[in-house]
C-alpha cells in the first residue's frame, strides 16, 4: 500500500509540530473508530532533500498510546533544511520486524527574514 500524501509547508528557523493519529478503522458517521495500536512499535520520521538523497534532518517522535504521533522540528534543525524536500513517517513492529510508511510528502521551505543568514 502507498502511504498517504501529506505534503509539509515549513517556515525555515520556526520550530515545526504535527500530530498524526493512526486509524485501523477511521470514524465514521459519528460511529467509533478503531485506533492503530502503536505498543512495540518504533516510529522514525526523516526529512531530505530527495529519495534516498543525503540526511537533512530528522524530525523527533513520540507515541502517545494508542494511535497518537507527535513529530518535533527544533528551529536550528528547520534552518538547516533546503527549499525543496521530501519526508515519510515510519513505522517499525518490534514483533515482526514488518515495516510500514503510513504517511509521506513533499516539503517546502520558506526562507525566513528575522534571523536570516546570507
Not at 517546502?108 to 546570507?118: A, E, G, I, L
Amino acid at each position: 500500500m502507498q502511504p498517504a500524501q501529506l505534503p509539509l509547508d515549513l517556515y525555515r528557523g520556526d520550530s515545526q509540530r504535527l500530530r498524526v493519529l493512526l486509524w485501523a478503522q477511521a470514524p465514521v458517521n459519528g460511529t467509533p473508530g478503531v485506533p492503530y495500536d502503536l505498543t512495540g512499535i518504533t516510529v522514525k520520521s526523516e526529512i531530505r532533500d530527495r529519495p534516498a538523497g543525503p540526511k537533512i534532518t530528522e524530525m523527533a517522535c513520540t507515541v502517545t498510546l494508542p494511535n497518537i504521533i507527535d513529530l518535533f522540528l527544533a528551529p536550528g534543525d528547520s534552518h538547516q533544511l533546503p527549499a525543496k524536500g521530501v519526508w515519510d513517517l515510519q513505522l517499525t513492529h518490534a514483533s515482526s520486524g514488518d515495516v510500514l510508511t503510513p504517511l509521506a510528502g513533499p516539503v517546502t521551505v520558506t526562507p525566513d527574514v528575522t534571523d536570516s543568514t546570507p
